[in-house]
């Protein structure tokens, strides 16, 4: 969330993010909250003083009379303060609940527009593949080399389900573990999040309240040994990235410790609302999945951040790269960018059957959005305590990716040729058909 000061200090610039970011939230109604909040605590802290004031009176009179006024006084002041709090109480509620809807702000240089059409490429490497045969798409070969079943999949799993098989599961190993490898060799501190998560972390991330629909709520959250259902609910995580910011909440790091450089490998899960009808076939869009992410805590400090935003995006790089697969870098636009974003690049690979580039990668700079929501803090130099900046990408994600690579190394007689880089962990240099 943003700091309520700056709210305060610079409406209009929050207004015009909300408009930039199609977000809806009325931000003259918060200022209204925030203003009765405030003089609503100011009225409980008088109220205080006054009750602390009339109990040392009490107690330096020693006249009946006077005591009895007092006491009068009081029980009076204790039904007006109990009406107060009652109303402190349900606009601070409200306030919470405002404050939890407001943008970031945005970088000068995100490009205005609505949606992704309005994403501007920045940078492009390799050379996209000329096939002298007709290609097939990753459900083909998947298929032929009896490497992916959807159907099955289906049938087992629900709408988007689906097997890796033989190969396929070396593949998406490899990738996993050659990403970890170079994590670790980048001196990212290593973790296995965990995947079913509390309602907080979701609300420290930033997906809730706004992408709440993407997320899977746990049906049966267990029972207590005394039979009684547990209330609290459970969530599985879309992202490591919610676990690994969750790691930091509540506490204030020191300045020397920063940047903390975390790196989560775990399952995901997306419910994919309002993509029904959008890449029904094949892998592009599935519900559970494997992702190895990347999070950065630093201080807050823009130039600082907008490095380390760059340093995610080239590691990301750097494993496409070992890949050799095609692949180009946009920024996205305000409408394309998330509600807590102050800028955001996608990296989107090449797929020969889309004859276009689709999104395997997304780096985001939160500022300070996220860590108010967590209550991350440091303490710099001169003792002062502050909110770190936090920043997240994707290093690698499978099977989405399985897509570029089985299309990129598609051979004419069928087969797929295995990246050179993944070659030691599958253990052949080809896949070809049984």
């Known amino acids: 969330m943003l700091d309520i000061k700056f709210i305060r200090q610079n409406s209009e610039v929050v207004k015009d993010a909300c408009k930039k970011k199609r977000v ?8 209204e909250v925030d203003k009765k909040r405030r003089e609503l605590l100011q009225a409980l802290e ?19 009379k006077v005591k009895e006024v ?11 303060s109990d009406r107060v709090a009652d109303d402190f109480k349900k606009t601070d509620e409200e306030f919470r609940r405002l404050m939890l809807l407001v943008p970031n702000i945005i ?15 920045i940078d492009k490497w390799g050379n996209i593949p000329q096939f002298d045969f007709k290609i097939k798409d990753h459900i083909q070969l998947g298929k032929e080399l009896n490497l992916i079943d959807a159907e099955i999949g289906a049938k087992t799993g629900g709408f988007r389900g689906y097997y890796l098989k033989n190969e396929a599961v070396f593949l998406h190993l490899a990738l996993v573990w050659h990403t970890v490898n170079k994590m670790r060799e980048k001196k990212f501190e290593l973790f296995v999040p965990p995947t079913l998560i509390r309602e907080f972390t979701l609300i420290g991330s930033g997906h809730f309240p706004a992408g709440r629909e993407e997320i899977f709520q746990i049906g049966n959250p267990g029972k207590l040994e005394s039979g009684e259902t547990v209330k609290e609910p459970l969530f599985l995580a879309g992202t490591a990235e919610p676990s690994l910011l969750a790691y930091y909440a509540d506490k204030i790091l020191d300045e020397k410790e920063l940047p903390l450089k975390a790196c989560g490998i775990s399952q995901c899960y997306r419910s994919e609302i309002g993509s029904y009808g959008k890449d029904t076939k094949g892998l592009y869009r599935v519900h559970e999945f494997m992702k190895v992410e990347q999070v950065v805590i630093c201080q807050a400090d823009l130039a600082e951040a907008e490095k380390w935003h760059e340093e995610m995006l080239n590691i990301a790089r750097e494993i496409l790269k070992d890949l050799k697969l095609p692949h180009r870098v946009v920024i996205n636009s ?5 509600v807590g974003k102050y800028k955001m690049y996608d990296i989107e690979t090449w797929m020969p059957s889309r004859g276009d580039y689709g999104e395997t990668h997304s780096d985001s700079n939160m500022t300070d959005w996220q860590t108010r929501r967590l209550n991350i803090r440091y303490r710099d130099n001169k003792g002062e305590i502050k909110f770190a900046f936090a920043l997240n990408n994707t290093v690698i994600a499978s099977p989405r990716i399985l897509i570029a690579i089985l299309e990129n190394y598609q051979q004419k007689d069928g087969s797929v040729k295995v990246p050179d880089v993944l070659q030691k962990y599958v253990g052949v240099k080809a896949i070809k058909r049984k």
């Open 70 to 80: 007092i006491i009068m006084e009081m029980r009076e002041l204790d039904i007006n």
């Open 334 to 338: 305000s409408g394309d960018m998330g």
């Open 107 to 121: 970088s000068k240089d995100v490009p205005i527009g609505p949606d992704s059409k309005s994403n501007k490429e």
């Open 46 to 64: 008088d109220m205080r003083a006054k009750k602390n004031k009339a109990s040392e009176d009490i107690k330096a009179t020693k006249d009946a």
């Open 24 to 31: 809806e939230v009325d931000i003259n109604l918060l200022l």
